[in-house]
């Protein structure tokens, strides 16, 4: 049987840990070193199997002085990350080697760590991708009725599709849209602008606007970029925008750009209701990931949150 040690983020090979997400089968930007040392501020550990050949990071924090597992924002996936195809038992024995110091456990799977569910502590979520080896007269044609006129609205104006745009033009258009959602909003600002700006520095991630004929901002978005993937990270219309449909339209134009690569577009979610209908106007197929959740906190303190 291999070898599965817990690794104190300080002993971690941050080389051999990017080596690993980059060649794994089934890796993602959200495992790297930078994004969860950004995400997470440094504070994640890992379970390591042999030398690098599969690895888990354990994202925690600490309240009560309990330390606790959680899953950071913008952050969808995470769990056993292989450089070979990983079996449900060795999913399992990963799982089984989560240290019980973690009291409470909060976190996601990734794609290709499904299994049976058997017990109430997981639950499946859900995402929506589209395939981009389809040329894009194929992509458009499995849009909705609704998604197709809001895009032929909005070819109408005098639009202009910017790339590489400034990453503070898509941050602070999502954060005055969204931010009032997320708590310490200041401080995640801070976080995902710190962790954007190193993907794009990294070739991981790339931003996209769309302006009226005026120059007018109506909508910006940043995109992770990474192993053979296209996250729909981070966008959102200003309110003029909104109007216009501008989100649609924004969707729609990377869609086009990417169009006939081996690229998978990934919605990110969302088992919100609202979420996922917009989502299903474009004709994504959903996938499924599995949630954890495991609760042996003393009575004092069941109701932690993150």
């Keep these: 049987m291999d070898e599965i040690r817990f690794i104190k ?10 080596e690993t997400i980059c060649n794994s089968y089934n890796g993602l930007v959200f495992g790297y070193s930078f994004f969860l040392n950004s995400m997470a501020d440094n504070q994640w550990d890992a379970l390591v199997m042999e030398d690098y050949k599969a690895v888990f990071p354990l994202v925690w924090r600490s309240k009560f002085g309990i330390s606790y597992l959680y899953q950071p924002f913008f952050c969808q996936q995470l769990g056993v990350f292989s450089t070979e195809k990983i079996s449900e038992k060795t999913i399992n024995q990963f799982l089984e080697k989560i240290p019980r110091k973690f009291r409470y456990q909060n976190f996601h799977l990734n794609y290709e760590n499904n299994f049976p569910i058997t017990s109430q502590t997981v639950k499946r979520r859900t995402s929506f991708c589209i395939d981009l080896s389809a040329s894009y007269s194929e992509i458009f044609s499995n849009y909705n009725a609704d998604a197709k006129k809001n895009i032929s609205k909005g070819l109408k104006l005098a639009f202009e599709y910017k790339k590489d745009i400034d990453l503070p033009i898509v941050v602070n258009c999502f954060f005055e849209a969204y931010g009032s ?17 190193q993907a794009i520095q990294l070739g991981k991630g790339f931003t996209r606007a769309i302006y009226d004929g ?8 940043f995109f992770f970029f990474s192993n053979g993937r296209i996250h729909y990270s981070m966008a959102a219309p200003t309110p003029q925008g909104k109007k216009n449909k501008a989100t649609h339209l924004l969707i729609d134009q990377v869609l086009k750009e990417f169009a006939g690569t081996s690229f998978i577009f990934d919605f990110e979610g969302s088992d919100l209701e609202s979420v996922a209908f917009f989502y299903s106007k474009f004709g994504p197929v959903a996938k499924t990931y599995l949630e954890v959740r495991q609760n042996n906190l003393p009575w004092w303190c069941r109701f932690l949150k993150k």
């Design 214 to 221: 005026a120059g007018a901002l109506l909508c910006a978005g």
């Design 181 to 197: 959602y997320y708590p310490s909003n200041q401080q995640l600002k801070e976080k995902i602008s710190d962790c954007s700006s």
């Design 9 to 18: 983020h300080s002993e971690i090979d941050l080389k051999k840990w990017d």
